[in-house]
């Protein structure tokens, strides 16, 4: 058995059945980790704290105790607040600092036995998608360590594809578990705003953040969904495709996308239209213009008032100026430093945007029940990893595209709307993997997960390659 292979609920179910202790998966994974460091996955990493810590689950188990993570490690993006740990959001002017307390996310692992394995690299102030982070260094792709692996949360795709840990807990703004779920080939869940606590995080947008498990499978994201719930989401039952209405957008989300990334999304609807699936066409009009006019507005305003009130309610030390004059990646001062000055979005402005997200919400909901679909599929991405350093453009269909906005194209609405969203791996194009993404109503993330279960039942698998490496 390799111990760095298994998901959370296959290891769990191991560790009950007294098949394998903690520690000894704890010491794979250590060992495994100090192996591919170059990689860039994680920021923080303590070996002998985690095995402090799965010594005592083993204890626990020993006695009985039986909860839903008890001996599972999970690694913390670093804008995610963990006493006894650094957690710095990526950026200059926290390094080094720790938090006062845990955030109410790592309190739910806690309180369920998951052993916090360390900090995953993110792209600085998460304000990115490359994770090409010029103050903690770049995290790298483990299935081609010259590409990037997506951001914000890239250094939770990094540790849980190369098989340094189970899972990882990332945010997603914009797109942010999903993508680095997709150029990594693993599972990244972004639950409906509101749903999980973001208390102790580090925000850009109460708005629109959330944090989201990145994990193996569909099951394993559904057990930590279930944990970062608050432990009452209840199981997500199983879905059976034959006669499932699934919606296609073509226009706008399935235009323009990268030669092999169509192939590989075309054939994987192929493989649901074989499982019994209706697949039907959807228009969701004007979308793209409507998250455009809504997005950027409310990140930026709320980024200025919602840091400012994390920094003094978390007690972090440091001021919101103090904050953006120690940002390091020049893609991500470009974005922050004119906000402490002209630069700052109007509060006229910021309350039109808050009117055209509502809109956003609605032409979704309106959607959804006019056409009867339970999911709208589209690639996650509309082209596979690009080169590391590639922070500014990127090359999509032999054009230059600048980078950020290329990545989150069809992630992002659904993000700014608030609605659940997952990325299933679908295969793979020259070598690098593909997400297959869906996007449901809001509030419907237990039945998202159950379908996306089913659907992850008829792709094909596209996990082996990180093992071998």
Known sequence: MNLTQLGVAE????????????AAVADALIAR??????????????PEALRAQARAADARIA??????????????????????????????????????????????????????????NMHELAFGITNNNQVTGAARNPWDPTRIPGGSSGGCGVVVAAGLVPAAIGTDTGGSVRVPAALCGVVGLRPTVGRVS??????????????????????DCALLDSVLAGGDAGPPGAVSLAGVRLGLARAPFWEDLEGGVREVAEAAIERL?????????????????????????????????????????????????????????????????????????????YQEALQVRRKLQALYAETFAASGVQALLMPTTPLTAAPVGHDETVLLNGRPCPTFPTFIRNTDPGSNAGIPGISLPAGLAAGLPVGLGLDGPAGSDRRLLALAAAIESVLPAVHSAPWQR
């Open 11 to 22: 290891l769990r179910r191991q560790l009950q059945r007294r098949a394998v202790t903690s």
């Open 33 to 46: 980790t100090q192996a591919h460091a170059g990689l860039g996955g994680y920021v923080a990493f303590d």
């Open 63 to 120: 006695a009985g105790e039986d909860l839903p993570l008890l001996g599972v490690p999970v690694a913390l993006k670093d804008n995610i607040d963990a006493a006894g740990l650094p957690s710095a959001a990526g950026t200059g002017a926290l390094q080094g600092l720790h938090p006062a307390r845990d955030a109410e996310v790592v309190r739910r692992l806690r309180a369920a036995g998951a052993l916090i394995a360390g900090k995953a």
């Open 198 to 219: 973001g208390q102790g995080i580090a925000p850009i947008s109460t708005t629109r953040d959330t944090a989201g498990p990145i994990a193996r499978s569909v099951e």
């Open 273 to 349: 239209r074989a499982a019994g699936a209706q697949i039907v066409d959807v228009s969701l009009p004007g979308v793209f213009e409507l998250d455009a006019a809504a997005g950027f507005p409310i990140a930026l305003y709320e980024f200025v008032r919602d840091m400012s009130a994390y920094l003094r309610d978390a007690e972090r030390g440091i001021d919101f100026r103090r904050l953006v004059e120690g940002i390091g990646s020049p893609d991500v001062a470009a974005i922050a430093r004119p906000l402490l000055g002209e630069g700052a979005v109007p509060e006229a402005a």
